[in-house]
């Protein structure tokens, strides 16, 4: 079974400058989620799609970050403008939807992330 | 409002010594326990879950984590650490949906 794919890997951009990273999520999985990692700190969520709606989104710096998820499948994370301190991991995850219990039911299973350095 | 601790940034351990890490976590309701490893320039990798039955729980990597209701624990371990075990540890906790991180915690095995 294929894990959850992103790209780009790396991004270095100037300040100011836009990006976007895009990720598809296993087959088959309802949700997906955008995390934020700073060096040294746990993951925080951004937002959390269930199909192509939008579940939660309240740490999702919204001046400057959005996302979508247009056909319930795969989603796009962008920042326009950004800051030095969006230098961080960006990982996309996904899990099934919730309900009985069964191998991996409640389980997030996450990409390789995508590391962006802001200069 | 739930929670989720890790108390120690850093746990240094011989190899063939045994290894834990530690998670407190605070929910009203069924805790959902979950422990994930990220090495070096890579995503979160599952390790092991905690929903229901048996207290401990086998897991990938010859991983097992005992869950503790009275003490509001789920602690990782390991009877025998391998040198390339060290890496960045998460316990995590699902409640009303939300899948929340602690902060990690940097296991360190030397040879």
């Known amino acids: 079974e294929a894990g959850v794919a992103q790209s780009p890997r790396y991004k270095i951009i100037e300040k100011r400058q836009s990006v976007a990273f895009w990720c598809n999520p296993i087959?088959?999985?309802?949700?997906l989620y955008w995390y934020q990692q700073i060096l040294g700190q746990g993951p925080k969520l951004l937002i959390q799609f269930q199909n192509n709606g939008v579940v939660d989104d309240s740490q999702l710096p919204k001046d400057r970050f959005s996302a979508e998820r247009l056909k319930g499948v795969d989603s796009t994370l962008k920042i326009q403008p950004a800051k030095l301190e969006d230098s961080a991991v960006y990982l996309c995850a996904s899990s099934p939807l919730r309900g009985p219990d069964r191998e991996g039911g409640n389980t997030i299973y996450f990409g390789e992330g995508s590391w962006l350095t802001v200069v | 409002a739930q929670s989720v601790a890790q108390p120690e940034d850093q746990v240094n351990v011989a190899e063939g010594n045994p290894l834990t890490v530690k998670c407190t976590y605070s929910v009203s309701g069924n805790p959902y326990l979950f422990w994930y490893v990220q090495y070096p320039n890579r995503g979160l990798q599952f390790l092991l879950k905690y929903i229901t039955g048996d207290n401990l729980v086998k897991g990938s990597y010859g991983f097992e984590a005992e869950f503790n209701k009275s003490q509001t624990s789920f602690h990782l371990k390991k009877p025998s650490a391998l040198v390339s075990d060290s890496a960045l540890y998460f316990c995590a906790l699902r409640g009303r949906g939300k899948f929340q991180f602690g902060a990690g915690t940097q296991v360190v095995v030397t040879p």
């Open positions: 087959s088959g999985h309802a949700t």
